[in-house]
């Protein structure tokens, strides 16, 4: 894969992780990308797009984007990462390229909420149907909050927390507080 | 549509007749592999109750319940999970955050029933089909959630660390503090552990979010030391720590310390003023230690009018004049007592009850007294030959060097004793030049030292000879010689500690300048007059009080060594507070009777 990275890095502005012998990962500009696939599918064999995600980078205010892209004839794998702008998360389609990513753009679309523009059928319901909360893969989405609030508690169900349990230690376990503080 | 096509659904008929292509067998058992994530296994006996899974379920799908035959103890909350199936995910995290490793997922998944109540139960504690089986998810080796080690202390040890009498350990910076603080899973099962039940979850998570004015009202809610308890604590939240059972407890000590550190006595004192109504009443406490200055501080804040007196010329009692400088700077303690003085409380120092001022005039004076007079008379050896000259006590050479008097000890020394005491001498007498060695009638893990200082201590060169008994002592031109038995550890049976026996023939024979004593400390209470010696009572050597700290004598309590066989600072401040609480409770139900 070595041969392949140095051919690229002529052509394109990438930097590379090198994780296995048979899996690499390059990090590209977002511009660059549609280029960049084109000339692996189209001119070294990476001819199969095996799986396109998202990871939210919610600290740097990004998200990444891998295209995860396959050559059957060497079995080699290559990633190629992508960061993009987490409040206005667009992104160019692929769905020209393969056909089979528009329903990775869709999934995409719903799950995190990010855009790509001219995708077919990218606005329709993937599997969350009539979702009206942020996306939930956002990390910012409180899975607990929407959890306790959507479904209802099991009736008969209680709960202890250890501190309370644990009073029954010491049975002068003093009630506080002795003056009155002003904690919050 | 041609009439092949009607027909041919039909042509399936002619194999109604015969067996089925497809096996049942794999359908009915087919395992899940060797990592599959199935119905939970709690291993009951391992898990305290932590509730770390409760607590990182995003389904809340767990709760933590008490189970028949799992008890309350020290180090365990008695509850154990529940898992409502109808919510869980199987996502494992539940197992990831185990702070005891003692909940896994067995690869069994298939369970089919038609009462919905059944898929909520209590792994482990129900049977079950899987509960036995070692397949399943378990965390992979190397992959935790929880950070193991604790943030390293930097200090000054060994050769370096005797040079002087600078503090020992250096404290936390900010990063570090937060570091550690990250590590707390807030279970809360330390509180109940710790004699003064400080807020210790919340102040770490303040320590965590930067909040440390909130965190500094915190330790003063339970705790008016916070900055001896962060240096010489007993630490015993942390022997119980969750963390505790896969790595390193949580530093909560130095936590404690890093708060306090952050708070010079006069940020301490404007964060913590407050203004309180005066209510009229008074109360004299006798002994400025950590018991009385605790419920001095407490009372102040309830409206009380309170005077303590102390036979020393400053206030800290065993905390200023037992603990050497390296491990409690004399400023930190004088710090310490300016927060408390500057709340309100009036420090009579150098005035010895009995002596000075008489019990009586105390009585007399105040609606309630409070005596905190602790153990500070040093045990005798009770052999022969133990008042030359050179023999000294551990506390007096403790207490002298506190009082800057300067203390010779030659350069071959003896220090008789298990305990910090023995150690604190110990330690002192290298940073004086000596060579040291303690003679202990125990094994080290016998030792009642914390195991910080024996480990310290042995870092800067202090020899620890083990089972071996003075016997008698002589004068070799001026200097004493200690003739020691070697004993042999004896049986006691089951539940009792083994017992010392001298060994026949095997004397030993020490040449040393100075003999130094630290086998324990009692109480003097020549201060009680006669005329009250039969109200107050007596449990061999401690007073005997009721649960708030109330004698027989009602408007006298007593709090601190002298009440409770601890012994160690954090039980006789937690004795403070109660002695305050008592105060208040005798003094609020007297003023309703009038």
Redesign the interface.
């Known amino acids: 894969m070595n041969s392949l990275i140095k051919r690229l890095k002529m052509q394109f502005d990438v930097e590379e992780q090198t994780q296995r012998s048979n899996l690499s990962f390059i990090n590209a500009t977002a511009l660059q990308l549609p280029a960049l696939l084109t000339h692996l599918r189209d001119y070294e064999k990476y001819t199969q797009l095996i799986f396109l995600t998202a990871v939210d980078r919610i600290e740097d205010n990004q998200f990444q984007l891998t295209y995860m892209l396959a050559d059957e004839s060497s079995q080699n794998n290559i990633g190629v990462r992508v960061r993009i702008d987490r409040e206005n998360a667009v992104m160019t389609s692929i769905a020209h390229l393969w056909h089979h990513a528009r329903t990775y753009q869709q999934e995409l679309r719903e799950m995190f909420g990010i855009d790509f523009p001219g995708s077919p059928g990218v606005n329709d319901n993937f599997i969350l149907e009539g979702w009206e909360e942020i996306p939930p893969m956002r990390r910012d989405f409180d899975t607990r909050e929407y959890s306790e609030k959507t479904y209802f508690p099991r009736p008969g169900r209680s709960t202890t927390h250890p501190r309370t349990a644990m009073k029954a230690v010491d049975p002068d376990y003093p009630e506080l507080p002795l003056m009155k503080g002003r904690v919050k | 549509m041609g009439l092949k096509d009607i027909i041919s659904p039909f042509y399936v008929w002619k194999r109604a007749l015969e067996k089925p292509f497809t096996h049942p067998s794999p359908l009915t058992t087919r395992p899940g592999s060797d990592r599959y994530r199935g119905f939970h296994q709690n291993d009951m006996h391992k898990c305290i ?3 770390s899974c ?1 607590t990182i ?4 799908a767990i ?4 189970v028949d035959g799992i008890e ?3 180090a365990d ?3 154990r999970p529940k898992i ?1 199936y ?2 869980c995910c199987w996502c494992g995290l539940c197992v990831d955050i185990c702070t005891t490793a003692s909940l896994t997922m067995s690869n069994e998944y298939t369970w089919v029933d038609a009462d919905p109540e059944v898929y ?1 139960f209590i792994p482990g504690a129900d049977e079950k089909s899987w509960n036995d089986t070692d397949k399943g998810y378990r965390r992979a080796e190397g992959y935790n959630l929880l950070e193991t080690e604790r943030v390293d202390m930097d200090m000054t040890l060994g050769d370096d660390g005797i040079k002087s009498f600078m503090e020992v350990i250096h404290g936390y910076t900010k990063e570090q503090a937060m570091a550690e603080a990250m590590r707390c899973v807030e ?3 330390c ?3 710790c004699p003064a ?1 400080m ?1 210790i ?2 102040y770490i998570k303040a320590i965590r979010e930067d909040r440390l004015e ?1 965190a500094l ?2 330790l003063y ?2 705790n008016p030391m916070p900055a001896t308890c962060g240096r010489i604590c007993t630490h015993r939240c942390e022997t119980v720590c969750a963390l505790g059972h896969q790595g390193d407890p949580v530093a909560i000590r130095w936590l404690k310390r890093y708060i306090i550190d952050q708070f010079p006595a006069e940020k301490a004192i404007a964060q913590l003023e ?1 203004e309180f109504e005066d209510n009229g009443l008074k109360v004299a406490i006798i002994g400025a230690g950590p018991a009385g200055l605790s419920a001095a501080y ?1 009372l102040v ?2 409206g009380y009018n309170v005077t303590v007196y102390e036979s020393q010329n400053k206030a800290g009692g065993m905390i200023r004049y037992g603990v050497p400088y390296y491990r409690m700077p004399e400023d930190i303690m004088d710090d310490e007592v300016t927060v408390i003085e500057k709340m309100g409380v009036i420090l009579k120092t150098g005035i010895k009850i009995g002596r000075d001022l008489l019990f009586e005039k105390l009585m007399h004076d105040n609606n309630a007294v409070l005596m905190a007079t602790g153990f500070e008379s040093p045990y005798e050896l009770s052999i022969p030959g133990e008042h030359h000259s050179r023999v000294i006590s551990g506390i007096d050479m403790l207490d002298d060097i506190a009082n800057g008097k300067s203390v010779e000890v030659g350069n071959v020394v003896a220090v008789i004793g298990g305990g910090n005491v023995a150690f604190d001498a110990a330690r002192t007498a290298r940073r004086l030049g000596a060579d040291v060695c303690i003679y202990y009638r125990r094994r080290i893990e016998d030792m009642p030292a914390d195991s910080e200082e024996i480990h310290e201590a042995q870092a800067e060169g202090v020899k620890i000879i083990v089972q071996s008994i003075p016997v008698h002592i002589e004068d070799n031109n001026g200097s004493p010689r200690m003739i020691w038995n070697r004993a042999e550890m004896v049986d006691q049976g089951p539940g009792k500690r083994p017992k010392p026996v001298l060994i026949q023939g095997a004397s030993e024979t020490a040449d040393v300048d100075t003999i130094i004593t630290a086998i324990g400390q009692a109480s003097d209470y020549d201060y009680i007059p006669e005329s009250m010696s039969g109200r107050i009572h007596f449990n061999k050597t401690r007073v005997a009080t009721e ?2 700290g109330q004698t027989a004598e009602t408007k006298v309590f007593a709090a601190g060594d002298i009440v409770n066989s601890r012994g160690d600072a954090i039980s006789a401040i937690a004795d403070g ?2 002695a ?2 008592g105060i208040d409770a005798y003094l609020t139900t007297k003023k309703g009777e009038k």
């Open positions: 109750g932590c509730g409760e379920c995003q389904n809340a709760d933590l319940v008490h309350t103890t020290e909350s008695g509850l409502d109808g919510r909520r279970c809360g099962v509180v109940a552990t039940h807020d979850p919340d909130d009202e915190l809610r339970t407050q407490y804040r309830l649960r708030l507070y109660r305050a609480k």
